[in-house]
Antibody, heavy 115, light 107 residues
């Protein structure tokens, strides 16, 4: 079955950087688009970014454009989210999501931006 | 950007009640809408995809429908395990957008 396992979360100071990873299994990773969605504590869901199956097409939410970068390594079945210039408002659980239609989700990894 | 207006933001109902949640899109999104259930501390789980298709293995009391840019999610007979927050998502165009969520409680 589809498994998406996020890692890399933790506590980081404002202005710092963090790289999230999502290890995928149970499906043909190189044939599937991938995305990241986040949820701030007690808040709703916010779509962040998309990458197509080949890594050529990418889209970003305005809130992270220029600070976050999505990438993937199809040889390792892994998608990444490089987060730079982090702000307190980036504190959230970050979910890795499979497919153009956001069908399957990982369990999330918590990022806390705090001094 | 496409705005998704979800209502109500919270809902209290009794076991056995029929419950409906709405999402209105600011633009035509076709059937590119999913409904998710999220329980505390858990990841969202898709219940309805493409506006009206029940996810495999999903209880038949869940359903979705579309009229133009108005989408409705229905629980035909509320069960205690349905207590959760529900979200719609449009995936017709980037940036994708979620509804604000509906927190469902048992009366």
């Amino acid at each position: 079955q589809v498994q998406l396992v996020e890692s890399g979360g933790g506590v980081v100071q404002p202005g710092g950087s963090l790289r999230l990873s999502c290890a995928a299994s149970g499906f043909t990773f190189s044939h599937n688009d991938m995305q990241w969605v986040r949820q701030a504590p007690g808040k709703g869901l916010e779509w962040l970014t998309y990458i197509d199956f080949g890594g050529d097409k990418k889209h970003y939410a305005d809130s992270v454009k220029g600070r976050f970068t999505i990438s993937r390594d199809n040889s390792k079945n892994t998608v990444f989210l490089q987060m730079n210039r982090l702000r307190r408002e980036d504190t959230a659980v970050y979910y890795c999501v499979k497919g153009l239609d956001c069908h399957e989700w990982g369990q999330g990894t918590l990022v806390i931006v705090s001094s | 950007d496409i705005q998704m207006t979800q209502s109500p933001s919270s809902l209290s109902a009794s076991v056995g009640d029929r419950v409906t949640i709405s999402c209105q899109a600011s633009h035509d999104i076709g059937n590119y809408l999913n409904w998710y259930q999220q329980k505390p501390g858990k990841a969202p789980k898709v219940l309805i995809y493409d506006a009206s298709n029940l996810e495999t293995g999903g209880p038949s009391r869940f359903s979705g429908s579309r009229t133009g840019t108005d989408f409705t999610f229905t629980i035909s007979s509320l069960q205690p395990e349905d207590i959760a927050t529900y979200y719609c998502l449009q995936y017709d165009d980037f940036p994708y957008t979620f509804g604000q969520g509906t927190k469902l409680e048992i009366k």
